[in-house]
Structure formats: structure tokens, C-alpha cells
């Protein structure tokens, strides 16, 4: 089992920064794949960004590309973290983090992932 848990959601306006924070427990996961989605109300959960169980490889949605930056650090526990920049009020939602035992490089859909953390909010103000 891994747990997963998020941090550093909150209110900011458009045009600022916020970053956040998944720590993972339990089960090591420095081998894992990890990503970022989103949730917006009303919408079906999209993914953002992901990165490879090294950190060497990482992907994004096309609407966060050159705004958002994902990374981690495995050097004890592994954490992930998205750094979330130019923020605008379509970024508005509940951000998720994923693991995915699977695949090293993980993916883009919802299925490739094995864990969930509880997700934070983020809302950004126009």
C-alpha cells in the first residue's frame, strides 16, 4: 500500500504562483511513476503532469505547458512536487497526485495510476 498526501493547495490570483507537495508513504515508491490531475466542478478529472520513477522524464497537458513544473525527490521518502506558475481561473480545481507501479514513465490516463492521495484545492481568483 502507498499512501499519498497532498499539500499546498489555497487561494491566489491570477497571474500567481502556488506550490504543491505529494509525500508518499508505506510502500516505498522511489520506483514509481507519478502524476498530477485535476478536478474541476462539474468536470471529469484531467491529468496535468507526470515524471518517471527517476525524474528524468517528465509529460504535460497541453493547456499548462511552459506555466507548470513537476519534479521530484527520492532521496529518503519520495515526494513530488508542481510548481504551478502564471496562475489563471481555469486552474481552478481540486489537484490530485498519483502513483503508478507499473509503467516507469506512467501516463496520461486516470487507469495508468494505482494510488490517489485525497486531493487540495486550488482556486484562483480573476
Known amino acids: 500500500q502507498v499512501q499519498l498526501v497532498e499539500s499546498g493547495g489555497g487561494l491566489v490570483q491570477a497571474g500567481g504562483s502556488l506550490k504543491l507537495s505529494c509525500a508518499a508513504s508505506?510502500?516505498?515508491?522511489?520506483?514509481?511513476?507519478m502524476g498530477w490531475f485535476r478536478q474541476a466542478p462539474g468536470k471529469e478529472r484531467e491529468f496535468v503532469a507526470g515524471i518517471s520513477w527517476n525524474g528524468s522524464f517528465t509529460y504535460y497537458a497541453d493547456s499548462v505547458k511552459g506555466r507548470f513544473t513537476i519534479s521530484r525527490d527520492n532521496a529518503e521518502n519520495t515526494e513530488v512536487y508542481l510548481q504551478m506558475n502564471s496562475l489563471k481561473p481555469e486552474d481552478t480545481a481540486v489537484y490530485y497526485c498519483a502513483a503508478d507501479l507499473r509503467q516507469p514513465r506512467g501516463g496520461t490516463y486516470i487507469d495508468d495510476y494505482d494510488y490517489w492521495g485525497q486531493g487540495t484545492q486550488v482556486t484562483v481568483s480573476s
Open positions: 508505506g510502500r516505498t515508491c522511489s520506483s514509481c511513476a
